[in-house]
């Protein structure tokens, strides 16, 4: 069982930047992917980036592109989200995730291990 702990989360200016960091309780081979997910009051749970543990390949939203950065400390069982230029619709509680599936995906049933989360704040 890998357990998830999300930290980093705060209140920052429209604009500002923020770093999420997700540590794993433990490194398994059974994890091939780590993702960050958001849920705002009123929508839908919402994929923004993941990292291959394998192999460093990254993957983002349409929506994060060029904001946001996915990275990783394999030796530290440890995720991070760089978030730049951050705007107040993306206020909400960002998820860590974890997947045993073997492929690249943005569906959260597809991960199988969560954070219990970190609330991220934009204010105008």
């Known amino acids: 069982q890998v357990q998830l702990v999300e930290s980093g989360g705060g209140l920052v200016q429209a604009g500002g930047s923020l770093r999420l960091s997700c540590a794993a309780s433990?490194?398994?081979?059974?994890?091939?992917?780590m993702g960050w997910f958001r849920h705002a009051p009123g929508k839908e749970r919402e994929f923004v980036a993941a990292?291959?543990?394998?192999?460093?390949?990254?993957f983002y939203a349409d929506s994060v592109k060029g904001r946001f950065t996915i990275s990783g400390d394999n030796a530290r069982n440890t995720m991070y989200l760089q978030m730049d230029s951050l705007k107040p619709e993306e206020t909400a509680v960002y998820y860590c995730?974890?997947?045993?599936?073997?492929?690249?995906?943005?569906?959260?049933?597809?991960?199988?291990?969560w954070g219990k989360g970190t609330q991220v704040t934009v204010y105008s």
């Open positions: 995730a974890a997947s045993r599936t073997r492929y690249y995906s943005k569906r959260s049933s597809e991960y199988h291990y």
């Open positions: 990292r291959s543990w394998k192999s460093d390949s990254t």
């Open positions: 433990a490194r398994t081979s059974s994890i091939y992917f």
